[in-house]
């Protein structure tokens, strides 16, 4: 699937294409490290490059809101730091780099874990066939709603991912 439509077949803004992107990104340094990659860090990255990036840029650029980004610099630190080539993010009609694509099934996997376990913890003493109907639920709804995934992610250990106060 390119990464400018929905499994549904919808057309992204382009705002929404760089930010489902960036998002893709994300997903695959926490499956690969084990936590996700914090604004600091991506700052600190591209400002080792003079690359300057403020919190509300990175904020708009991950929610697809705002103006288009479409700074080559900037994309391109970005790709760097994520080791994908940098038509990724600034290519109209990009294809998921191979990195990116393997990892997915195993991001999808920790999602449903992740809200399986909640549910288990929030529901404490269930019947093993009713947590089993539950987990066989969630797993076909993530499935089905690729929105429902963004919704079972865990905040960042550091939360100063939150929208900025001011544009």
């Not at 990175?58 to 700074?71: A, C, I, N, Q």
């Not at 089993?132 to 079972?152: F, V, W």
Request: with cysteine; glycine share 6%.
């Amino acid at each position: 699937m390119r990464t400018d439509e929905t499994e549904h077949g919808d057309i992204l803004s382009p705002q929404a294409q760089l930010a489902r992107r960036l998002n893709l990104l994300l997903d695959v340094v926490v499956a690969e490290r084990g936590k996700p990659v914090t604004f600091r860090e991506v700052q600190a990255d591209l400002e080792a490059k003079g690359i300057k990036l403020s919190r509300a840029r990175w904020f708009y650029m991950k929610e697809g809101t705002g103006r288009l980004v479409s700074d080559p610099v900037l994309l391109g630190g970005l790709c760097n730091i994520f080791n994908v080539d940098p038509s990724y993010l600034t290519g109209a009609d990009a294809e998921l780099p191979e990195r990116i694509d393997s990892q997915l099934e195993f991001v999808k996997s920790l999602r449903a874990a992740r809200v399986k376990s909640f549910a288990a913890r929030t529901l404490g003493d269930v019947s093993p066939e009713t947590l089993k109907a539950i987990s066989e639920y969630l797993n076909k709804d993530i499935g089905r709603h690729p929105g429902a995934e963004a919704a079972a992610v865990s905040p960042p250990e550091d939360t100063e991912d939150e929208p900025p106060t001011a544009p």
